[in-house]
């Protein structure tokens, strides 16, 4: 799992601006305690996520470390692309999937959980949205990106880069009904959903005169785009509020 997960972010990001990921170059660190079986493992899973993506790994570098680390650098190419700072007030704002699984399936994890779950799937062995972001694209769709640290938080990553704000409808927000019942309340939830990050679903922002072609392509609308700053939920600003990679 981790293996595929180490290639599938990054086919995520690919995705997110309508892009086909192709060629990924390795660096990995080992110690003198790491075992060789589970590197075999790891590039087991590494390659079973370039075949599912018909993705090669043309290089990289193997050093001795004393921490373990596994790096990957990936390469795609797009025709057109989907870039965060393009959404025009009057859009509809879409995405694809569910909400707040992963989130769930790391508490299942800390919690000594092994079962193989729905939601302790969704967060070990996440699934990139390349088909849904290069049809978008095609479509004519000029802003997305993905949800890799927190629904909103990256909703914020289009808001301010694009100078808008983002009006979200509570009733719309997806969420699956193995989240709820593993929450056993709604708003916890969507607690999870709007801030629970690594999902690594799809949000786009695009004319409501594409709806019908793009909600074909599985997304569903959430909202809408509108002049001035912040992300509201039925009109209460959220806060800015994920997974920073800078703060702690």
């Known amino acids: 799992y981790l293996g595929r997960k180490l290639l599938s972010i990054s086919i995520s990001d690919i995705a997110s601006m309508g892009g086909i990921p192709l060629y990924a170059i390795v660096n990995i660190g080992l110690s003198g305690k790491t075992k060789v079986r589970e590197v075999e493992e790891l590039y087991d899973g590494l390659a079973d996520c370039c075949r599912d993506f018909s993705v090669t790994v043309v290089g990289g570098d193997t050093v001795f470390s004393g921490t373990e680390f596994f790096d990957l650098t990936l390469m795609g190419e797009c025709k057109t692309f989907m870039l965060c700072s393009e959404a025009k007030p009057g859009e509809l704002v879409a995405v694809t999937g569910t909400f707040g699984d992963s989130r769930a399936g790391l ?142």
């Open 107 to 248: 508490e299942i994890l800390q919690k000594g959980g092994r079962e193989k779950t729905y939601l302790l799937k969704r967060f070990l062995n996440p699934t990139p949205r390349v088909k849904e972001g290069v049809e978008a694209a095609k479509l004519g769709v000029k802003c997305g990106t993905d949800v890799s640290d927190g629904l909103v938080f990256n909703l914020y990553t289009i808001a301010n880069a694009s100078g808008v704000a983002v009006y979200l409808m509570k009733e719309r927000i997806p969420i699956s009904g193995e989240l709820l019942n593993f929450t056993g309340s709604f708003e916890i939830a969507l607690n999870y959903a709007l801030f629970g990050g690594e999902d690594y679903e799809l949000i786009i922002t695009f004319p409501e005169t594409l709806q019908d072609k793009v909600e074909s392509l599985g997304f569903r609308v959430i909202g809408e785009v509108k002049n001035g700053e912040g992300v509201f939920l039925n009109e209460e600003r959220l806060p800015e509020k994920g997974y920073d990679h800078f703060k702690t």
